[in-house]
C-alpha cells in the first residue's frame, strides 16, 4: 500500500462519519495514485462513505469508473471483482435491481 493512500485510510475510517463530505472528496483525489494493494482499501472506504453515509450514488460510480480505468484493474483480478461489487452494491442502495446484475463487466 502506498504511504500517502495509508495514511488517508488510517484516517478517514476514523473520521468519516462525522466528516463524510471531506473524507470523500480526499479520498477521490487519491484514485490516480493507486497502487494495486491500494484499491480495494480505497473503494471500501469511498463507497461506504458515499454510498452509505452521503447517498451519492452517482458520485460512487463515477469514482468506481476512475478507479476501473487504471491499469491495476485489469478483468479477472481480484481488484476489478472489487470493483465489480462495488457497482452492484452502489445500484442496489439507489435502488436500481436491474442495473446491478448488468453491473458484471463494467
Not at 15 to 28: L, M, N, P, Y
Not at 54 to 66: C, E, I, S
Request: proline share 3%; glycine share 10%; hydrophobic share 45%.
Amino acid at each position: 500500500m502506498s504511504t500517502k493512500i495509508g495514511a488517508y485510510l488510517e484516517s478517514a475510517w476514523g473520521r468519516h462519519d462525522k466528516e463524510g463530505a471531506a473524507v470523500f472528496a480526499e479520498g477521490s483525489d487519491l484514485v490516480e495514485q493507486v497502487t494495486a494493494g491500494d484499491v480495494q482499501p480505497l473503494a471500501r472506504v469511498l463507497f461506504h462513505t458515499g454510498a452509505e453515509h452521503l447517498g451519492r450514488f452517482a458520485d460512487v460510480l463515477a469514482v468506481r469508473a476512475r478507479l476501473r480505468a487504471r491499469p491495476e484493474c485489469v478483468e479477472g483480478t481480484p481488484e476489478a471483482r472489487a470493483l465489480w461489487r462495488l457497482t452492484s452494491a452502489a445500484h442496489l442502495c439507489a435502488g436500481d435491481g436491474a442495473a446491478a446484475r448488468d453491473a458484471e463487466g463494467q
